[in-house]
């Protein structure tokens, strides 16, 4: 235990962490090995932070739609070399995105899940000319206001999932002449979520009595559930995100309050950390692993075989989005930007394993696919720890035109 | 009635710094004794949690609370013989680099067994829902969080101030070299104190997973409120530490009652401003070894 004087003082312990935490914030790239031939697609989403959780699932679903892919010979005979890479933060995302069309030679971008990365990830598209199919992120903004040429977006964006449990809720009569009080991720995504949900509930005759910002690393919601309580709404409706949403619907069983809940934002991945028990009231949802089409079935079982749990819903989106770029390539047998953005903006159809085909609006290059709401099953009647959740029909439903619940032409803010 | 929801969310700040406490009081007494900051330490807590999932799913949450500790306090005892020891005099940019390290290969190693997606994590159901006490609101199982964290409180207090232990480690605290003139060799001293840090870092994982998410990044997530309590109370202090867990968690119940949205941010304030006007901590005291 001899020290040596000046050796170690508390000052530099201090800045030393400090140091070490802020280096915390950059994320460390990976090594990656390809053949030139390769057709190199640059994919980007969050493995870190609130979001990690997802990103996970993002990687298993678009992995294994590559080794699919190449499996059966690749796109114009030529093997797909997906290069995954964290995210991270919005700053990080560009540029690691700027990295890969620069330095890596991709032919595209996709991927994300935060929101305010996919806006910064579809700057450098544009800037760099190359095209971003922008997979999980849910902003109205994104396709709104902030909508450019070169990026595609595969999620439904907040307005339909509004929508979607906004239905359902209406019918339950949560809404007319009820108060509601909200809790929004403090970011892009909550923000904009927010806006819809409020819109939603104006139209439909429901009070909107509160609605407070939550940061996105927040862990422990009890202040927030005291707020509540005080308050007494008669629906809780939550605008929040990845770990949030989880650590929300955990702490609201454990403090037991009376009123519904219900929100606009919820990944089965988020719902089955909650636990059964511990979760309730109404959400949407892209997509689900009971979809009984034969393609969803057909996916769900190969994806379970490989990974040994089902399929979430961003495994999902990541697995069809990749095929839908290899149709794309396959059919305009070329990786040209421009090429591929006719080809999406021609409205093609492509299957997603859903009961109808989708396709891409030309004029805001938003997927145009059904989506659903989900509760929760009677306590008892699950078979295992994946299988709590109960999902409702399709919506829009079977007559009804695909574009119902997605902001108009008149309600959208985009110019290309 | 605003007065009452006022003095709601304090009672409440004042449960949840309990639970800060878990956390900050072994950094802060792995810090005291053997001059390192332990940025492995959420690690500790991480594993604290799986591992009593792991037990939980065999035998039960209580023995889970109780095994959980102890098997990952014996994994301390590696720590400090084969890692920690070698940093105690040595330059701390190079303790703070190991740990650093360490917490990333234990947060990817935990992604590696158990994957990255959160586990579900049900407290008993006996402990659900909440009590109200005149015009609070608590929630029962936070009630059970706050007795365990002030038992464990009281008897490190009283293993620190009334046995011969405690003298020991407290002389080794302070003067080092005096403890070796007198012939008591230090090193066993100090694994028994990386292992009591380590443990209830261990324990607040298994206590907490209940409560939030279970997932490989939460270690990395509560260091930074553990580090900013200990930072507050200054680095060291037993007192200082349960009074800046407090005061985080009342700072934090105040601001989010009159501004949700600068919630997390009230704790960093709180730290800038303590160290503005007291730069060793609010009972931080002076240890001649670290000036």
Known sequence: MQTKPGQRSRRRALRGTAAIVGACALGAPRLLFAQTEKIRIGHLTPLTGFLGALGEYAVMGIKMAAEEINAAGGVMGRQLDVMSEDSVNPQVASTKAQRMIERDGVAVLMGEINSASALTISQVAARNRKLFMSIGARSDALRGKDCNRFTFHVDIPVTVMVNAAGQALVREGLVKGKKIYSLTADYLFGHDLSKAAKKFFAANGGEQIGDELVATDVTDFSPYLLKIRQARPDLVATNLAGNQVTNFVKQYAEFGLPFAVAGFNLNTADAWAAGEGNLGGIWPTVWHHELPTPGSKAFVAAFTKKYGKPPENHAW??????????????????????????????????????????????????????????????????????????????VPGASQPLELLAPTRAESACKM | MQFVFLLEQVVNGLVLGGYYLLLALGLSLIFSVGGVVNLAHGAFYALGAYVSLEVGRRLGFGAAV???????????????????????????????????????????????????????????????????????????????????????????????????????????????????????RLQPYMTAIVVLGVATAALGGALFGPITIVHPAMGTEIMTVAFVVVVIGGLGSFWGVVLAALLVGVVRGITIHFAPAAGEASMYVLMFLVLMLRPRGLLGERIERFE
């Open chain 1, 317 to 394: 989106i990541e697995y069809v989005s990749l095929k839908m770029m290899a149709q794309a390539m396959s059919e305009t047998r070329s990786t040209d930007t421009d090429k591929l953005i006719a080809y999406f903006e021609s409205e093609a159809q492509f299957d997603i394993l859903k009961t109808r085909k989708a396709y891409f609006r030309s004029w805001d290059h938003q997927l145009m696919q059904e989506a659903y709401p989900f509760t929760v099953k009677p306590k008892g009647q699950a078979r295992d720890k994946w299988d709590f959740l109960k999902f409702g029909d399709a």
């Open chain 2, 66 to 184: 109780v095994i959980s500790p102890v098997l990952v306090g014996l994994l301390g005892i590696a720590f400090e013989r084969l890692l920690l020891r070698r940093f105690y005099s040595a330059d701390p940019i190079l303790s703070l680099l190991v740990t650093f390290a360490l917490a990333m290969v234990a947060e990817q190693a935990i992604r590696m067994i158990w994957g990255a997606a959160p586990l579900p994590s049900t407290m008993p159901p006996q402990f659900k829902g909440s009590l109200t006490l005149g015009d609070f609101l608590f929630s029962r199982y936070r009630l059970f969080l706050l007795a365990i964290v002030f038992v464990v409180m009281s008897a490190l207090w009283l293993l620190l101030h009334k046995t011969a232990f405690g003298r020991v480690v407290r002389a080794g605290v302070q003067r080092p070299d005096m403890v070796a003139v007198l012939g008591i």
